[in-house]
Nanobody, 123 residues
């Protein structure tokens, strides 16, 4: 499974961005996908996850109500819509595929990781 995250950029606080994660191989369509982020100098942290069919989602408290994760299995795409961005959302964002139909916050549950995309929010 290969993953490629895109859609990052620079935006002012209060703005929006939509990240995309393009997956190769059918494994991604049968398993949960998560979004994580890593600010400079800090540890990687969980952002959101979605089950294999999109029926279940989970979010970090810090993004709940502002971010929405979704997926299109026919196109092997997973999305992260980010609204009302804050400066503390600045980080490199990664998508990852688990080896189960639904997974949560633990990075150890995710086997495949893509290269990140940078999000910078200026206040």
């Amino acid at each position: 499974v290969q993953l490629q995250a895109s859609g990052g950029g620079s935006v002012e606080a209060g703005g929006s961005l939509r990240l995309s994660c393009a997956a190769s191989g059918r494994t991604a369509s049968n398993n949960a996908v998560g979004w994580f982020r890593q600010p400079v100098g800090k540890e990687r942290e969980f952002v959101a996850a979605i089950s294999w069919n999109g029926g279940s989602t989970v979010y970090a408290d810090s993004v709940k109500g502002r971010f929405t994760v979704s997926r299109d299995n026919a196109r092997l795409q997973i999305y992260l819509q980010m609204n009302k961005l804050k400066s503390e959302d600045t980080a490199t964002y990664y998508c990852a595929v688990a080896v189960r139909s639904f997974s949560g916050r633990n990075p150890a549950d995710y086997k495949y990781w893509g290269q990140g995309t940078q999000v910078t929010v200026s206040s």
